[in-house]
């Protein structure tokens, strides 16, 4: 029987960690049939000579909750190899929801996320109300890459218990089995496991905190007992790890795991202002799992970097009221006020926190602000910094980022590192890609729209830390392939072996390379979002059906919602 496919004569980097080697690979009916030499040709072929041939990508960190709704080409992630994606991270989404409180959700999104208000209110019509029903929308829309969701926690405190969850007031018994119950019952329709924050950074830009701050053991261990019921579905946390310490956070964690038996991914980032922190809690999380305990952490191959400029959605003088005056300007005119002498002087002189509606103002620092050159630099010296440049010009760093803010008539951008940039370098990546237990993640594919473009992570895995680096290619693949399969229970993809789901990518590794962010304008009510691309990938293939050729969608639209089963 001939195959639908061959992609021919490429270095097969099966996604096992496993070296290379030179081989064909068959398709058919959605699923890879044969790998070998000589195979028998194919009813399309790719010649794949001199490329690595690739399982497609697996990201369990993503928010495209809303963009899956109206979009069927979920970019980013889709233009850097991704085929599957997690969503529903970080304890946000838009299920269940009881009639008239779509707001609540979608202010919270907003800020959490940054995807603005008129966005989701014109993308979303809110067909559902329970998390099944959610999921069955979701199912209808055929897309380029397959998509999971995780059910969130502030959805699900929102519906049960209304304004007091608002209001951070803890949960009742009858609440928490409530909770508990729409959770199994999320699980078992389909959803991948149970989200939540307790991370001070997530607020609503009116700056209410997300409704799961505060969440106590008794409420996260009796939810998570829905999963242990169903016996399925993994736990996701965010959490500051700041009260009192952080084993006193984790050893929560652990104990919540411990209770349910379900496994556990949270966020692990080296913060600036607790810049050893990450290693107390690698350690933790790498003795858990060392005595049988399932908690993995999840952590950026970069540092987590702020796009600030006129055309995004915040800048260093976004608060200030001279600034909000003239933000309603197109990028053009609003660099041509500030060039204004007298406008330059007013915003100088304002405060820039006062005004500012970005809760993560305040942990920028010009020390970690940097130009942001064309190909994008994401490893910039320390002398490079804003601070840096003050100080040798005998200029403040006000006045060196407003200056750049107006390079490139306003199009331009300053790089701000929030995290795992500490130390100036990628030492803390470095690390914790030595460790078996950790993850590679956290781009956030789908959210932040208009500052953060981290939805390239996986190719600045291959470029940057393969490439220039040296790392082995075939253990960066097996990172972002069986390992995160792996992690989210999708026992069916990430590998390349017969019987297996036909999710492939074929990449030109020399060429491999990420382009410079723009800013574009394609969301509903003409919201405006950054999109980044890579040049290097000569195909990514879905179910079989080739989706994308050379970073441009070739029309085929065969990914699916994911339901879970393990």
């Not at 890879?32 to 040709?41: C, D, T, V, Y």
């Not at 085929?83 to 609540?104: D, I, L, R, S, Y």
Request: charged share 25%; net charge negative; glycine share 10%.
């Amino acid at each position: 029987m001939q195959a639908d496919l061959v992609i021919r004569g490429g270095t097969i980097v099966d996604g096992t960690g496993a070296p290379g080697f030179t081989a064909d690979l068959a398709v058919k009916d959605g699923r890879i049939a044969e790998i070998g030499p000589h195979l028998s040709r194919g009813a399309q072929e790719i010649d794949a000579t001199g490329r690595l041939v690739t399982p497609g990508f697996v990201d369990i960190h993503t928010h495209y909750d809303g963009q899956a709704v109206w979009d069927s080409h979920l970019a980013p992630s889709a233009l850097h190899g991704v085929t599957t994606a997690v969503m529903g991270n970080c304890g946000v989404g838009f299920a269940p929801v009881h009639p008239g409180q779509e707001m609540k959700l979608i202010e919270l999104m907003e800020g959490v996320e940054d995807i603005p208000a008129p966005v989701l209110s014109q993308g979303l019509d809110f067909k559902w109300e329970s998390f099944a029903e959610y999921l069955a929308v979701l199912e209808a829309k055929p897309r380029d890459i397959d998509i999971c969701a995780l059910v969130p926690h502030a959805a699900v405190r929102v519906y049960v218990m209304g304004e007091r969850a608002l209001a951070l007031e803890s949960a009742n018994q009858g609440d928490i089995a409530e909770m508990r119950r729409l959770v199994a019952e999320a699980v078992e329709a389909g959803a991948f496991g149970f989200s939540t924050s307790r991370t001070i950074s997530h607020k609503t830009l009116k700056g209410d905190f997300t409704p799961t701050l505060r969440a106590q053991e008794e409420e996260l261990a009796g939810i998570a007992d829905g999963l242990r019921r169903v016996g399925k579905g993994f736990l996701e946390f965010v959490s500051d790890f700041n009260q009192p310490d952080p084993a006193t956070e984790f050893g929560l964690i652990r104990r919540v795991v411990e209770r349910s038996g379900r496994p556990a991914v949270f966020t692990l980032t080296a913060r600036h202002d607790r810049t050893e922190h990450w290693k107390e809690l690698l350690a933790l999380s790498n003795r858990a799992a060392s005595e049988g305990v399932p908690i993995r952490p999840v952590f950026p191959p970069r540092p987590i970097g702020i796009l600030m400029g006129l055309s995004g959605s915040q800048n260093p003088f976004s608060g200030t009221p001279s600034y909000k005056a003239i933000a309603h300007l197109p990028v053009a005119q609003r660099a041509a006020a500030m060039r204004d002498p007298a406008v330059r002087a007013r915003i100088l002189s304002e405060d820039r926190f006062a005004g500012s509606n970005f809760p993560l103002i305040a942990r920028l620092s010009f020390e970690r602000m940097f130009p942001f050159g064309d190909p994008p630099d994401y490893t910039p010296p320390k002398e490079s910094s804003i601070a840096a440049q003050a100080a040798r010009s005998g200029r403040t760093p006000e006045e060196i980022a407003y200056d750049m803010l107006l390079e490139d008539e306003g199009q331009g951008f300053i790089f701000c590192a929030l995290t795992n940039y500490a130390y100036y370098d990628l030492s803390p990546s470095e690390e914790l890609l030595r460790h078996r237990n950790t993850i590679v993640g956290l781009s956030d594919g789908g959210a932040h729209v208009g500052f953060i473009s981290d939805g390239s992570f996986p190719s600045f895995v291959l470029a940057y830390w393969g490439k220039q680096r040296g790392l082995a290619v075939e253990e960066l693949v097996r990172r972002q392939t069986s390992d995160t399969a792996s992690a989210a229970g999708l026992p069916d993809r990430g590998r390349l072996a017969p019987g297996l789901r036909a999710d492939i990518n074929v990449i030109d590794y020399e060429a491999l390379a990420l382009e410079m962010p723009r800013m574009i304008q394609d969301l509903p009510a003409g919201g405006r979002r950054l999109m980044q691309r890579a040049r290097g990938y000569d195909a990514t293939i879905v179910a079989g059906e080739v989706t994308y050729r050379h970073g441009e969608a070739t029309g085929a639209l065969p990914g699916r919602l994911v339901r879970c089963t393990h």
